[in-house]
């Protein structure tokens, strides 16, 4: 709609703030995550990349001592926004059932996106404090 253009054109001038303050939060994550290795796959450009990330993607581990939507639960509860990744493998659908298609492969992977992983934000608006506030919540869940 033409007043969703007007705000887009408005929110041009702060793109580049908006970008660096993500990839800024993105990093910031990135290090007080990397201790927790063990139980989750940390989201890593591709070569070569510089993403404006999206959010904080975060896969738990096949062999974790918990399950990603315990985590998810735990941290709502906590106000801390997550979201589970849309898609996923799209034949689990309940639309593909019965629809012709082709598969290459086991899914493997599309089937571990929609079982482990969710994002937490990194919105620009999100301080350190706010980011040290979710990994302390996310490092409590992980000790319990």
């Known amino acids: 709609t033409d007043m969703q253009a007007a705000v887009g054109l408005a929110q041009l001038d702060r793109l580049e703030n908006f970008i660096s303050t993500r990839r800024s939060n993105f990093s910031y994550l990135n290090g007080l995550m990397s201790e927790l290795e063990e139980f989750f796959i ?20 096949p062999d ?3 399950k990603r939507d315990d985590l998810v639960k735990y941290l709502n509860e906590k106000k801390i926004g997550t979201r589970l ?3 996923g493998n799209l034949l689990r659908q309940p639309y593909m059932k019965d629809r012709p298609h082709r598969v290459v492969g086991s899914l493997e992977n599309a089937d571990t996106v929609v079982e482990r992983t969710f994002w937490i934000g ?3 608006g999100l301080t350190y404090a706010h980011l ?9 869940f992980v000790r319990r």
């Open 42 to 61: 940390l989201p890593q450009p591709t070569p070569n990349s510089d993403p404006s990330w999206f959010g904080y993607v975060l896969t738990t581990r």
């Open 64 to 66: 974790a001592p918990f």
């Open 85 to 87: 990744l849309f898609g």
């Open 122 to 124: 990194i919105y620009p």
């Open 132 to 140: 040290d506030y979710t990994v302390d919540q996310i490092k409590a």
